[in-house]
């Protein structure tokens, strides 16, 4: 009879087949999450036109996808602790999927809100599912990076969904759009069948000669044999999954987290929802203006998965505090009048900080909480933090219904990434002396 610790097995794995298959599926829910939630950008400005909204109208208009995101976060993340990652999942892709598709049949902004909202449950609690299922079962040295590359899936899912804007728009008007997010719904068999559930959930279950059959994928070199006892350390948590994060030398770090959660997701929902119509007022075209909702996405992929791979290699919270600092410099630039291909680095360079950063930011806060936490960590850092994702289209309706100068507007969603940045660098400071305070009675015992 073996006793064996499914963190070393996991931690030690060598990328293979089945790491790939994990983060296809995943990132192939991510994509589809993004392009349902970066939608509402693309057809902002047609809509407004159509309706007749006023800033403010479309802000709040925008804003009911993210009181859903909100709550799905805060509901989907400690609920998958109890019927496991993989049907939490499933449902979400149901509900972003299902509603994303009946948007486009919506005649009116009350329908449309209604359903934007619903959609919104899903697209906010499958997130921190996702991310909680690829960061266990990420061999640890790459951890951060695999989770990057998974989440970037959202800017390749904001990209398609401003690349068809550009090309269906102006042919079949922005239903059309809408009626493309029903893929996701024909390949949900597949995603149940290949998507594995959460090793950590299936020993909670009592399942543990499935567990067995899944180390082995993880790592061929585990021989399975019927006798072993499989071991994972904090499998059951004990008390309130909530309260936990604040116990246990979290709670600085926990409110930190969720202070970095809130500025970043108001920036960049602040810049997805006003960027196109922000440059359509400077002059811009709809399809240049749309460009540039592409270029910041495109800017995301390469943020996020280089923080990663720096994050791996150096420190995590660190590289998002600097991160966050250059996100407010780039943003604040915006508002001056720059030659074309400066403009179009300064966007990029803001996609990198700021959706590449609320990626390592969901990498971050799941390799901080141990697994019998990890999903309720993430789900209520997501759902605080979508009060600044609420924030963000309100804040830039609000401002532009003032008619304030362009530069004024891009000062105010600069501001967060600066506030943003001061948080995370508390966070390395806590973690560092968390690291040491524990290291030292480790070394007096050794001693």
């Known amino acids: 009879m073996r006793k064996i610790d499914v963190h070393e097995v996991i931690d030690n794995a060598r990328f293979n087949r089945f790491h790939w298959t994990v983060l296809f599926w995943c990132s192939l829910i991510i994509i589809f999450d993004g392009y349902d939630l970066v939608i509402y950008g693309v057809v902002l400005p047609t809509l407004m036109k159509e309706w007749g909204l006023s800033p403010l109208e479309a802000g709040a208009l925008g804003s009911y996808a993210l009181f859903g995101m909100m709550f799905g976060a805060l509901f989907f993340g400690p609920l998958s602790d109890k019927i496991g990652r993989k049907k939490t999942i499933t449902i979400c892709v149901m509900l972003f999927s299902g509603f994303t598709v009946l948007n486009g049949f919506a005649t009116s902004p009350t329908t449309f809100g209604i359903c934007r909202f619903i959609a919104g449950l899903g697209i906010g609690g499958v997130m921190p599912n996702v991310v909680a299922l690829m960061n266990e079962y990420a061999p640890k040295k790459i951890r951060s990076t695999l989770v990057a590359i998974m989440f970037s899936g959202y800017s390749v899912g904001g990209m398609l969904s401003a690349g068809l804007g550009i090309v269906l728009i102006p042919s079949f008007g922005w239903q059309a759009v809408f009626y493309v997010a029903g893929l996701p719904l024909l390949l949900l068999p597949l995603i149940m069948y290949f998507l594995p559930e959460s090793v950590g959930f299936m020993l909670r279950q009592g399942r543990n000669e499935e567990a067995r059959n899944v180390l082995q994928r993880v790592d061929a070199r585990y021989a399975p044999q019927s006798g072993d006892i499989l071991h994972m350390t904090e499998v059951k948590g004990v008390g309130t999954p909530v309260l936990q994060l604040l116990r246990e ?121 141990s697994m019998s936490i990890r999903s309720t960590g993430l789900g209520w850092a997501s759902g605080i933090g979508r009060n600044g994702a609420i924030v963000g289209p309100l804040l830039g309706g609000a401002l532009l219904g003032i008619s304030l100068p362009l530069q004024l507007n891009f000062m105010a969603f600069a501001l967060p990434g600066a506030v943003a940045a001061l948080a995370m660098a508390l966070y390395a400071i806590s973690s560092e002396r968390n690291a040491s305070s524990v290291s030292e009675p480790l070394s007096a015992a050794k001693a």
């Open 249 to 369: 030398g979290r709670a600085l770090r926990t409110l930190m987290l969720w202070l970095a959660f809130f500025c970043c997701l108001l920036m960049v929902y602040a810049l997805s929802s006003w960027l196109p119509k922000l440059m359509a007022n400077a002059g811009y075209s709809l399809g240049s203006s749309l460009s540039f909702l592409l270029v910041l996405n495109f800017g995301a992929i390469f943020g996020a998965v280089g923080g990663g791979v720096l994050g791996d290699k150096l420190n995590l919270p660190r590289v998002l505090a600097v991160f966050f600092a250059i996100a407010a410099v780039s943003i604040t630039l915006l508002g001056f009048k720059s030659p074309t291909p400066v403009l179009y680095l300064l966007i990029a360079i803001a996609g990198a900080t700021t959706i590449g950063s609320q990626i390592l930011l969901y990498a971050c806060a799941a390799q901080f909480y």
